[in-house]
């Protein structure tokens, strides 16, 4: 899948400094991993609408890059998919998607269309629609909600399962399952991908960082001590998401937009590893004794951050977009049950999971409806990231072709 990195640092003027505590090396920065804005489009002026949201999303980033942060992507969700193409035949549907697509690319912007069902009693044709979708369009990501306030989706599980198999069985490499995510009593307006979503009337924005590389800084320190890493990585977080937060509430004041808040989760991506900053604190790999108990120290330090916080609030564990993780994952120190216990004390559920390509539907059901039971049980933000692998094995090795995953070894379906 196509990213965009949004590159650039400027350092935060020196009369700034005592207001935010940011360093004005920028280096020490975390990236600021998404600004996400919140729209629903009008079908005869969406691309003056996105236009119109692109001003915001840009002058929030100029913001931070004003102060020292690189900001690696724009994003920009819209209302549920079904609502977006509703009254379109199933190829005009595909087709105005496709045009989404296009203009993402050309305009530098990440596209989610929310789930396709958030309710059991959704029309499962629109389905139908994201299944192409996600097969032929390279951007556009999205999600299936299988648990909420309400109880547990069924229906939704059962038809999330075959859309991942169609996926994996008719896009190139099978990577359009990178795309697509079923969540779990996850709250609107997040800025974490896949599973961003509103059902709202849009013109908000939310952010969030990738943030791992604090927590190895943190735990390098504060090694094997669980009280002093929970209070220094609440300083070091705070410190960041309220920089966010200033951004925030400026550029909605400036601009009428609605700010939404920050998730303050110490995303991962490639060698800014969470994977390498627990094995930091505990002195052993990751999977080992005590990865449960540092998963627990992060996300109640993230808990702790004082700011308006929203999305997962808590801590991702995605096998293939974190190296060590990938590398821990295919020499055995860790497995789904894994992470489903770990999944007990943050936010984290089963995420760019990598699984045979004879898993049968059936069994992936039952992946969703463990992640969903869980997230309903504790009623805490879950989602599952499934990627069955065409023609491969227990025991061989992913070979997708994104500069964002790492490949890794298959473990038999559970």
């Not at 400094?17 to 919140?38: C, E, M, W, Y």
């Not at 960041?240 to 400026?250: C, D, L, P, S, W």
């Not at 002195?283 to 990865?291: L, P």
């Amino acid at each position: 899948m196509k990213r965009l990195l949004l590159l650039a640092v400027v350092l935060l003027p020196i009369q700034l400094l005592a207001q935010t505590g940011v360093s004005a090396d920028a280096s020490h920065n975390p990236k600021v991993r998404a600004i996400t804005a919140f729209v629903r489009l009008d079908r005869s002026k969406w691309e003056q609408q996105i236009a119109e949201t692109l001003t915001v999303l840009r002058k929030a980033q100029h913001e931070f890059e004003a102060e020292g942060y690189q900001v690696e992507s724009l994003r920009i969700t819209t209302q549920p998919v079904g609502e977006l193409v509703a009254g379109l035949s199933e190829d005009d549907a595909v087709s105005f998607l496709a045009r989404f697509d296009q203009l993402s690319a050309k305009e530098n912007f990440i596209p989610n269309v929310g789930p396709a069902m958030m309710h059991d009693s959704d029309d499962p044709a629109t389905m139908r629609v994201l299944e192409r979708a996600l097969s032929t369009l390279p951007n556009i990501e999205a999600s299936t909600i299988i648990a909420d306030d309400a109880g547990i989706h069924w229906k939704t599980i059962h038809r999330t399962a075959e859309l991942v198999k169609y996926v994996a069985e008719h896009s190139p490499h099978a990577q359009g399952t990178f795309n697509f995510t079923a969540t779990a009593m996850l709250k609107p307006l997040g800025p974490f991908y896949p599973g961003s979503y509103h059902d709202g009337p849009g013109r908000q924005f939310s952010i969030g960082f990738e943030g791992a590389g604090l927590v190895a800084e943190v735990f390098t320190r504060d090694k094997g001590n669980a009280a002093a890493a929970t209070a220094d990585l609440t300083a070091a977080l705070s410190k960041h998401a309220k920089v966010a937060e200033a951004v925030g509430n400026k550029v909605a004041a400036e601009t009428g937009w609605g700010f939404a808040g920050v998730d303050p989760t110490p995303a991962p991506l490639g060698d800014v590893s969470i994977a390498t900053a627990i094995e930091d604190f505990t002195g052993a790999k990751f999977g080992s004794s005590g990865t449960l108990t540092a998963a627990r120290i992060i996300t109640a330090a993230v808990k702790a951050v004082p700011v308006k916080q929203i999305g997962y609030s808590g801590l991702m564990v995605p096998i293939m977009e974190d190296k060590v993780m990938a590398q821990r994952w295919a020499e055995g120190m860790f497995n789904v049950d894994s992470l489903l216990a770990y999944s007990a004390v943050c936010g984290t559920g089963l995420d760019t999971i990598p699984l045979p390509g004879n898993i049968s539907t059936e069994q992936m059901e039952r992946m969703f409806s463990d992640v969903a039971s869980l997230a309903s049980k504790w009623n805490k933000p879950l989602s599952a990231r499934l990627q069955p692998v065409p023609g491969k094995k227990a025991g061989e090795m992913t070979e997708f072709q994104d500069p964002y995953l790492f490949n890794t070894t298959i473990h038999a379906a559970p």
